[in-house]
């Protein structure tokens, strides 16, 4: 798997809150078994995204996709799951917090980007 990157965070498009991006990426044997852990992942993003004061509205999902991972030989050797959460963050003095925490919950795959 890979590492946690971040990036530096730009003014979201509303006053009042940011909109930095989570996307994350897993890899598993199988695609349904992709799926099912990306799915688990976003919605730890979510639930931590909740917790910190973004409310439904201002939660998307979005760019979900399953694709076959390949070895040197060019034989599929697993599948990776990705897709994009992105939140509106209205507490903006606990964004830094609210960030790292939503990364840790995404797992070593995440990226952040706003």
Wanted: net charge positive.
């Amino acid at each position: 798997m890979g590492r946690l990157r971040r990036r530096r965070f730009a003014p979201g498009p509303c006053p009042g809150g940011d909109w930095p991006r989570y996307q994350r990426r897993v890899r598993a044997a199988g695609g349904a078994a992709a799926w099912a852990d990306n799915n688990r992942k976003a919605a730890a993003i979510i639930a931590t995204l909740k917790s910190g004061g973004s409310a439904d509205r201002d939660i998307q999902t979005a760019q979900l996709t399953v694709n076959p991972t390949y070895g040197p030989t060019q034989v599929i050797t697993g599948y990776q799951a990705s897709n994009l959460v992105t939140a509106k963050l209205r507490h903006l003095e606990a964004a830094g917090t609210i960030i790292d925490d939503a990364a840790a919950a995404a797992g070593n795959d995440a990226r952040v980007d706003g």
